[in-house]
């Protein structure tokens, strides 16, 4: 079984910059797709990012430009790196693993972490 366990949230002003991970332990097998996904408060959850196991990322159009998916692939760490934080990033942030069908930024994935909150302040 897989498990992931996401970390770097908290609280920040607006414009500033927050690094999440996600670790990923348990029998993986190879290559594999991952995600980003997020829930703001009163809000259905949507993808942030995601990258294919072949490596081609994909973004929501919110945050285009602004955060950066990435991969170790040696230490099994799944990365977000987000700059220029808005108020309306604030949101518990997921990381998913292993996709069921490959859809992009709508994949649907097997394996999902805890969360880590994402608090962005004006």
């Known amino acids: 079984q897989v498990q992931l366990v996401e970390s770097g949230g908290g609280s920040v002003q607006a414009g500033g910059s927050l690094r999440l991970s996600c670790a990923v332990s348990?029998?993986?097998?190879?290559?594999?797709?991952m995600g980003w996904f997020r829930q703001p408060p009163g809000k259905e959850r949507e993808g942030v990012a995601t990258?294919?196991?072949?490596?081609?990322?994909y973004y929501a159009d919110s945050v285009k430009d602004r955060f950066t998916i990435s991969k170790d692939f040696a230490k099994k760490i799944l990365y977000l790196q987000m700059n220029s934080l808005k108020p309306e990033d604030t949101a518990m942030y997921y990381c998913?693993?292993?996709?069921?069908?490959?859809?992009?930024?709508?994949?649907?994935?097997?394996?999902w972490g805890q969360g880590t909150q994402v608090t962005v302040s004006s």
């Open positions: 998913a693993s292993h996709s069921r069908k490959w859809d992009g930024l709508h994949t649907d994935f097997r394996y």
């Open positions: 348990g029998f993986t097998g190879g290559n594999y797709s």
């Open positions: 990258i294919h196991r072949t490596g081609s990322t």
